[in-house]
């Protein structure tokens, strides 16, 4: 069986070429021709915090890729699955899935584009980052489970983690919508520290006005989560209890998610976000909107309130079209926010 990775980017790339070295058939679809070269030329070489390796792969653009494809591991920038499931939809074998390698809540487009049936959910919570054409760095190690989206534990996803074991340790979830909002109301916090051209463990550690807007962003996100009907999961560096604690008032409950954090980002060669770098080094647009727009309609048919929501979205575009710089100002406004917010509400 052919894998094929639709996205040879940060996670798609280390992914690619993890199962290439391990042995197994795989081909890398990318729409950058820069990058596609450089990988059929010389393959694809991943820097480490203990080295770099390389190993030979095949890749091909969107409009080379042929079909049917039997497993398909989806690892593009979520503004961008609409574009990619249009090639794939077509190719996909009548027993073909995809596994959505993203942020955010894609599997909803996914499966209505070809079927829940064919759609695997997945969450990663390791890190990587695209460096240059044929260049990947892997920029720390996290979580990576997979699970169907309606929870069974089939053969299917014991395969699949199977085969993405070569990756890194990779287990099954009956829970993998709790896991994927999890991993999704948590992101909020991240996209917030790319406000600052600053590492994570910097924003986290700022002091605790900036916790109490963090801890604050987050669970406006785990209220939309609750009144959704999802049951949040634990990862990592995140824990919803900890966060529901912290929102309702216990201080180091905050402290310490904001510890977690910092000590999470430490241990990586990583220590600013893929939004960071696609706002100051790729200048280019983020996935955010695509993120937090989804988090925003969820809360409007809900009838929850998302003031730090909808006011981190403005300042992302504003950092996106120029007309704002990265600055520590910009975390202040959400503390001010959150201030005035809090103070509304009793």
């Known amino acids: 069986m052919t894998v094929t990775v639709y996205g040879a980017g940060a996670i798609g790339g280390v992914t690619g070429a993890a199962l290439a070295r391990a042995g197994r058939d795989v081909l890398l679809v990318d729409q950058a021709v820069d990058h596609v070269a450089a990988m059929n030329a010389r393959g694809l070489t991943i820097e480490t915090r203990d080295g770099a390796w390389r190993t030979p792969v095949r890749a091909v653009t969107p409009d080379a890729l042929g079909g049917p494809l039997d497993l398909v591991l989806l690892a593009v ?5 609409d574009a990619a499931l249009h090639v794939i939809e077509g190719r996909l074998a009548p027993g073909g899935a995809v596994v ?28 990587a980052d695209w460096l240059a054409p044929g260049v990947i760095q892997h920029g720390g190690d996290g979580a990576f489970v997979v699970g169907e ?7 299917r996803v014991r395969a699949l983690a199977d085969l993405l074991g070569a990756v890194t340790p990779t287990r099954v979830s009956d829970n993998v919508w709790g896991l994927k909002w999890s991993k999704h109301v948590y992101g909020a916090l991240l996209v917030a520290t790319a406000l600052v051209d600053a590492h994570v463990y910097e924003v986290v550690e700022r002091g605790p006005a900036v916790g109490r807007m963090l801890v604050d962003l987050v669970a406006e996100g785990m209220t939309v989560a ?11 560096e995140f824990d919803p209890a ?13 402290r310490h998610a904001m510890k977690t954090i910092a000590a999470h980002y430490r241990t990586h060669t990583k ?8 706002l100051a080094v790729r200048k280019r647009k983020t996935e955010v909107e695509a993120h937090l727009g989804a988090t925003i309609a969820k809360a409007e048919a809900a009838g929850v309130a998302v003031p730090l929501i909808r006011r981190l979205l403005d300042l992302i575009g504003e950092l996106e079209t120029g007309r704002r710089a990265m600055a520590w100002a910009n975390l202040d406004e959400l503390v001010a926010l959150d201030a005035a917010t809090r103070g509304r509400a009793r």
């Not at 920038?77 to 699955?81: E, P, Q």
């Not at 955010?104 to 919570?125: F, H, K, P, S």
């Not at 609750?226 to 990592?236: I, M, Q």
């Open 77 to 81: 920038k979520a503004h961008s699955t």
């Open 100 to 127: 959505s390698l993203q942020n955010g809540l894609n599997e909803e487009r996914i499966a209505a584009r070809i079927g829940a049936a064919r759609t695997v959910g997945c969450l990663v919570n390791w890190a």
């Open 149 to 155: 989206l309606d929870g069974t534990p089939s053969p």
């Open 226 to 236: 609750k009144a959704s009907g999802v049951r949040l999961e634990p990862f990592d």
């Open 242 to 254: 900890w966060y529901w604690a912290a929102a309702a008032g216990d201080e180091p409950q905050a």
């Open 271 to 278: 220590t600013k976000t893929g939004i960071w770098r696609d």
